[in-house]
C-alpha cells in the first residue's frame, strides 16, 4: 500500500484531537474509520504507514500524545543565520548540507518582521516561528528558550478557546492518533512537540479555531474532511505515478540505518510544500486547515498588537508560514528583516 493512499486518515487525526470535532462530523463516520484503522494496524506494515502518516498529519496539526517516553537527548542545535535577500533560498523549511553537498539538517525558520514606518504598527516586531511537530529533544529546547522572550507566544491547537495543555493531559490520553505517534517515535527517533515545549507558561495564548468554528468553516464552503482527504489523495497518487513511486522510502524502511535513512526521505518530502499542500485547497482556492486557521491566528495577534505588544511571536507549523508571512505583508504593513535556522532533526545519525 502506498503511503499516498492513507491520506483520507488525515480526518480520524483530527477528530482525536477534540472529541466534539467527531460529534460534529458523526458517529457513524467515525465508528466506520476506527474500524478500518484496527485492521491497519494490526499489520507490520500498517503499523509503519501509520507512523510515517502521521509525521505527515502533525506537520500541519498538533496532535495529543499517548505517553511521556524520552528518547536520547539529541545533540545541541546548530543555528545559521542569514538575511533574506536570496529569492532562491527556501523561506520557511530547508535541508541543510555539508561542504560536500550531503543533508546535515532538517531547519525550521523563524522569521523577524517589523512594522514599517508611519504604519500602525511602526516599533512593534512579529516573529513568525515555524516548527516540525517532531524533532529533536535539543531543539524543543532551544525553542522553549527562545519563545519565553517575547511579550506574547500565539499557539495553535483546534480547541475550545483559552485551552491550555497540561502534561497531565498528555499522560492520559489514549488515541488511534496516540498509536500513530508511537509509530512515528520509533521510525524517527524524535520527541513530540506538544510534550517538550510548556504550554503553560505565562506568556502563551491560545490562537486558533475551536471545533466548532473548524466544522463550521468547512461547512461554509461546502467542503469536509473527507473531500479534502480524496483531493489529497489524488494528488498524492499523481505525484506517486509522476516520480515512479516510493521505493526511496522502502529502501530506507529496510536498511540498518533505518531512522537516518527514513528522516533523510521524509525531510525531502517535506520541504516540497506544493507537493505536501496539494490537494487542500478547495475549487475556490481556499481551505480550512491553513488559511481559515491562520485568519483566526491573526484576528488575535492584532489584538495583542493593538494592545501595545512590542514582540510577539506566531508559533505554528512550518506549513502555516507561507500564507502567514503574506498575511503579514500585506494586513499589516511589516517587513522581513532577518530569518533565523534552526535544525530540527539530525539527518546524519539514527
Known amino acids: 500500500?502506498?503511503?499516498s493512499?492513507?491520506?483520507?486518515?488525515?480526518?480520524?487525526?483530527?477528530?482525536q484531537i477534540e472529541p466534539r470535532v467527531a460529534r460534529a462530523i458523526g458517529t457513524p463516520a467515525l465508528v466506520l474509520a476506527k474500524k478500518r484503522m484496527k485492521l491497519l494496524t494490526k499489520s507490520?506494515?500498517?503499523?509503519?504507514?501509520?507512523?510515517?502518516?502521521?509525521l505527515i498529519v502533525s506537520h500541519f496539526l498538533l496532535g495529543a500524545s499517548a505517553s511521556a517516553q524520552e528518547s536520547a537527548t539529541a545533540p545541541a542545535n546548530e543555528e545559521t543565520e542569514a538575511a533574506s535577500a536570496?529569492?532562491?533560498?527556501?523561506?520557511?523549511?530547508?535541508?541543510d548540507q555539508t561542504d560536500e553537498k550531503r543533508s546535515r539538517a532538517l531547519q525550521t525558520a523563524i522569521l523577524h518582521y517589523v512594522g514599517k514606518a508611519g504604519t500602525p504598527y511602526d516599533g512593534q516586531s512579529v516573529d513568525l516561528v515555524g516548527v516540525v511537530h517532531v524533532g529533536q529533544k535539543g531543539y524543543y529546547a532551544d525553542l522553549k528558550q527562545r519563545l519565553a522572550k517575547y511579550d506574547t507566544v500565539l499557539y495553535e491547537l483546534v480547541a475550545p478557546d483559552g485551552t491550555r495543555i497540561r502534561p497531565e493531559d498528555l499522560e492520559g490520553r489514549r488515541s488511534v492518533l496516540s498509536s500513530m505517534q508511537t509509530g512515528m517515535k520509533d521510525i524517527l527517533n524524535l520527541e513530540y512537540q506538544l510534550e517538550q515545549i510548556d504550554y503553560m507558561a505565562a506568556n502563551f495564548r491560545h490562537a486558533d479555531m475551536s471545533p466548532e468554528e473548524f466544522v463550521?468553516?468547512?461547512s461554509r464552503r461546502g467542503d469536509s474532511l473527507?473531500?479534502?482527504?480524496?483531493?489529497?489523495?489524488?494528488?498524492?497518487l499523481a505525484t506517486q505515478a509522476a516520480t515512479g513511486g516510493e521505493a526511496g522510502l522502502l529502501m530506507a524502511l529496510f536498511s540498518d540505518d533505518r531512522s537516518r535513512r527514513m528522516k533523510q526521505v521524509m525531510a525531502r518530502q517535506m520541504v516540497d510544500m506544493e507537493a505536501v499542500t496539494a490537494g487542500i485547497d478547495d475549487a475556490n482556492g481556499e481551505n480550512t486547515l491553513i488559511k481559515s486557521r491562520n485568519a483566526k491566528a491573526f484576528e488575535i495577534l492584532k489584538d495583542e498588537l493593538d494592545q501595545g505588544k512590542k514582540n510577539v511571536a506566531v508559533f505554528y507549523g512550518a506549513g502555516h508560514l507561507p500564507d502567514m508571512a503574506e498575511r503579514l505583508e500585506k494586513q499589516f504593513e511589516?517587513?522581513?528583516?532577518?530569518?533565523t535556522w534552526l535544525d530540527g532533526w539530525d539527518l546524519t545519525r539514527n
Open 1 to 3: 500500500m502506498p503511503l
Open 5 to 15: 493512499a492513507l491520506v483520507p486518515i488525515l480526518d480520524l487525526a483530527f477528530l
Open 44 to 54: 507490520r506494515f500498517g503499523r509503519f504507514a501509520f507512523g510515517m502518516f502521521g
Open 86 to 95: 536570496d529569492k532562491d533560498e527556501p523561506a520557511f523549511l530547508r535541508i
Open 216 to 218: 463550521d468553516d468547512f
Open 226 to 236: 473527507w473531500k479534502m482527504g480524496a483531493r489529497m489523495m489524488g494528488a498524492g
Open 334 to 339: 511589516m517587513e522581513k528583516k532577518s530569518t
